[in-house]
């Protein structure tokens, strides 16, 4: 039987602001502690080559990093938003879509540089009162982040990279993510 632990780390303050140098010291420690799956649930324009160095680390030692892909409606190929638009092969970025399959009016997108769309729109979740509905890609990162750790679940012994190519092998095509995203 296996099984998996949350490991929250708080890089943002209640204003949603933070450094670059936070999130890559919170990237290091999860790995360093044996995260398989990262979500990296928030982003901004722009670049820093010590979080890239983190995303990259924690792929070499077999831990995927999901990403958002922001919510400002922008193309992200022409409109850098970091991390989401990482190279790194270990790194899957996800765009919202709504439960109809559209993309969600707020979603980045980015034909070269977001992989796939998940939920993100009108998505109940527990909050410190009860339930909420949240939108946005940070719910869609969840969710694929929720699907790698089922897949690891299933088989602990299976690589990282083999859970990121079966997810982009096994995404169901949609008409409103065609030229807006990888897969």
């Known amino acids: 039987v296996s099984s998996a632990w949350i490991m929250p780390m708080?890089?943002?303050?209640?204003?949603?602001?933070?450094?670059?140098?936070?999130?890559?010291?919170?990237?290091?420690?999860?790995?360093?502690?044996?995260?398989?799956?990262?979500?990296l649930a928030w982003g901004a324009y722009g670049y820093s080559r010590a979080l890239q160095e983190a995303i990259?680390?924690?792929?070499?030692?077999d831990c995927l990093v999901i990403t958002a892909a922001?919510?400002?409606?922008?193309?992200?190929?022409?409109?850098?938003?970091?991390?989401?638009?990482?190279n790194a092969d270990n790194v899957i970025t996800a765009a919202a879509i709504n439960r109809?399959?559209?993309?969600?009016?707020f979603s980045n997108?980015?034909?070269?540089?977001?992989?796939?769309?998940?939920?993100?729109?009108?998505?109940?979740?527990?909050a410190l009162?009860?339930?909420?509905?949240?939108?946005?890609?940070?719910?869609?990162a969840a969710h694929v982040a929720g699907t790698c750790l089922m897949l690891l679940l299933n088989d602990p012994d299976v690589g990282t990279q083999e859970v990121r190519d079966s997810i982009l092998a096994g995404v169901l095509p949609l008409p409103s993510l065609r030229q807006r995203t990888l897969s």
């Open 10 to 39: 708080k890089v943002l303050d209640a204003s949603g602001a933070g450094f670059a140098s936070d999130a890559t010291e919170a990237l290091f420690y999860a790995t360093a502690n044996g995260a398989r799956v990262s979500c």
């Open 56 to 61: 990259e680390h924690a792929g070499n030692n």
């Open 70 to 86: 922001g919510n400002d409606a922008r193309d992200i190929d022409h409109h850098a938003f970091f991390p989401a638009t990482s």
């Open 100 to 105: 109809h399959g559209q993309l969600s009016w």
């Open 109 to 126: 997108y980015g034909a070269n540089t977001v992989h796939l769309g998940a939920p993100g729109s009108d998505i109940l979740t527990t």
């Open 129 to 140: 009162t009860g339930h909420e509905m949240v939108s946005g890609t940070s719910a869609a």
